[in-house]
């Protein structure tokens, strides 16, 4: 039997050194016989190729609408937040399907130390 999975892939973004630190978080709806097929599916694809993190869940009931929203900025504590709760397994069905080479903090760390590195 095929479901439909909801996946959110979060992406480092570059900011000025005066802004917060912020992630994009791209979302997709893909039908599969489980949650690692699903995502079998769109991991090389804009959506998850080059994510920090992804998070997948099986969907119960899909309404998709023109205002549907794919793409939309979050601060880094958001996506942190969300990521911490969803590990706890206080999202429900929400896991961790990917995690990338770096960390976020790990981004924003070689950020900052490159905007220090400018001023020597």
């Given at each position: 039997?095929?479901?439909?999975f909801?996946f959110?892939?979060?992406h480092?973004?570059?900011?000025?050194?005066h802004e917060l630190?912020?992630?994009?978080?791209r979302?997709?709806c893909?039908e599969?016989?489980?949650?690692?097929?699903?995502?079998a599916k769109?991991?090389?694809?804009?959506?998850?190729?080059?994510a920090v993190?992804?998070?997948?869940?099986e969907?119960q009931?899909?309404?998709i609408?023109?205002?549907?929203?794919?793409?939309?900025e979050e601060?880094?504590a958001?996506?942190?937040?969300?990521?911490?709760l969803?590990?706890?397994?206080?999202l429900g069905?929400w896991?961790?399907v990917?995690?990338?080479?770096?960390?976020?903090?790990?981004?924003?760390?070689?950020?900052f130390?490159?905007?220090?590195?400018?001023?020597?």
């Amino acid at each position: 039997m095929r479901k439909i999975f909801s996946f959110a892939a979060a992406h480092y973004i570059q900011v000025q050194s005066h802004e917060l630190p912020r992630v994009e978080v791209r979302a997709a709806c893909v039908e599969g016989k489980d949650i690692q097929s699903a995502f079998a599916k769109i991991k090389d694809f804009d959506t998850c190729a080059g994510a920090v993190e992804v998070f997948g869940s099986e969907v119960q009931h899909l309404c998709i609408t023109h205002h549907e929203q794919l793409v939309r900025e979050e601060t880094h504590a958001q996506w942190e937040r969300f990521a911490q709760l969803a590990r706890e397994g206080e999202l429900g069905e929400w896991q961790c399907v990917y995690t990338g080479p770096k960390t976020l903090e790990t981004l924003r760390d070689e950020s900052f130390a490159g905007f220090m590195a400018s001023f020597n």
